[in-house]
């Protein structure tokens, strides 16, 4: 059954540094999308890509933050100058249609991010 | 504001008994909603979708039901097992996804 890959599935870094969380989607997907977990809380919306741009992004993703689609399978998210707050669970998702009437949502492994 | 409220926060049933988690929402103008089954550390499983028009649904074990006017849904487990033991996301949808914090359920042997 085809799946979302993520790696790494955990990474330790120390404050202010760059991480890069890379994704591959399902091969045959349009939508690509980052989530944000917090130890604890519920699933956050961070962006939606399609069409090589973004088309959604919510108020947590910032400057600090960015997507790329690199290649024709990579989707990845880069986080610059990581904060203590940004520990959490980045889950990537993908589907083959979006928006409003978006089919189902495919979830990776995730990938835990340490911030210390 | 859109919002999604579950309850109960948490529960623990006995294996082999039934179990109903529940979704109240305020999601406007409602396109569909979603239950996932979240396991510890893992990534979300999708176990329904339901749109307007649809008010039960089910997946194996896992029958979901939607009243779209009291915009209210519900995930029953029948006969649960150890392996049901997990976070139960509802998600509802106008032209974005909005999450519900989960019911945590715990399946005792």
């Known amino acids: 059954e085809p799946e979302v890959t993520q790696t790494p599935s955990h990474q330790v870094t120390q404050m202010g540094q760059e991480v890069i969380l890379r994704c591959v989607p399902i091969?045959?997907?349009?939508?690509f999308y980052w989530y944000r977990q917090i130890l604890g809380q519920k699933v956050e919306f961070l962006v939606s890509?399609?069409?090589?741009?973004?088309?959604?992004k919510s108020e947590i993703f910032d400057d600090q933050f960015s997507v790329e689609r690199p290649d024709g399978s990579n989707f990845t998210l880069k986080i610059r100058s990581t904060k203590l707050e940004d520990s959490a669970m980045y889950f990537c998702?993908?589907?083959?249609?979006?928006?409003?009437?978006?089919?189902?949502?495919?979830f990776g492994e995730g990938s835990r991010l340490t911030v210390l | 504001k859109n919002q999604v409220e579950q309850s109960p926060q948490s529960l623990i049933i006995l294996e082999g008994k039934n179990c109903t988690l529940q979704c109240n929402y305020t999601v406007s103008p409602f396109s569909n909603l979603r239950w996932y089954k979240q396991d510890t550390g893992r990534g979300p499983v999708s176990l329904t979708i339901m749109t307007f028009s649809e008010n039960t649904k089910s997946n194996g074990r896992y029958t979901a039901t939607l009243d779209a006017d009291t915009k209210q849904s519900s995930l029953h487990i029948t006969a649960s097992q150890l392996s049901d033991s997990a976070s139960y996301i509802c998600v509802v949808s106008d032209y974005k996804l909005s999450f519900g914090a989960g019911t945590t359920v715990t399946v005792r042997a």
């Open positions: 091969s045959n997907h349009l939508y």
């Open positions: 998702a993908s589907s083959a249609t979006g928006g409003a009437t978006a089919g189902e949502l495919f």
């Open positions: 890509f399609y069409n090589n741009e973004i088309s959604e």
